[in-house]
């Protein structure tokens, strides 16, 4: 059974940085992309980053460029990432999903959310004084 689980959510003043992780258990991340995905309130839902589980490639979203990173932890399947110099619009829920994703050279994960069929249930961070 394909399992992500969020962690690492909550308040962070202005500023400051949070890293949020996504455990992945039930599948071969090797054959799927995991991406990021937030959600602010009144807001549709947005992807962030991605990376491939087979290279380790990466794709941001332009908004994401500079102040947002993607990681994994290989020892055990964690997926990180990391937001620097938080702004009060960053608050939001914070997904992580995955899709399986075949693999060929020049291959790139994708942001789109309609590509992801598993999800887990999202973490809260909301950015305040």
């Known amino acids: 059974q394909v399992q992500l689980v969020e962690s690492g959510g909550g308040a962070v003043q202005p500023g400051g940085s949070l890293r949020l992780s996504c455990g992945t258990s039930?599948?071969?991340?090797?054959?799927?992309?995991v991406g990021w995905f937030r959600q602010a309130p009144g807001k549709e839902r947005e992807g962030v980053a991605c990376?491939?589980?087979?290279?380790?490639?990466?794709v941001y979203a332009a908004s994401s460029l500079g102040r947002f990173a993607i990681s994994r932890e290989k020892r055990n399947e964690t997926f990180y990432l990391q937001i620097h110099s938080v702004e009060p619009e960053d608050t939001a829920v914070y997904s992580c999903?995955?899709?399986?994703?075949?693999?060929?050279?020049?291959?790139?994960?994708?942001?789109?959310?309609?590509?992801?069929?598993?999800w887990g249930h999202g973490a809260q961070v909301t950015v305040t004084r």
């Open positions: 990376m491939s589980g087979r290279d380790d490639g990466t």
């Open positions: 039930g599948f071969k991340v090797e054959y799927f992309a």
């Open positions: 999903a995955a899709y399986s994703l075949p693999w060929y050279p020049g291959v790139r994960c994708s942001i789109s959310e309609s590509t992801y069929r598993y």
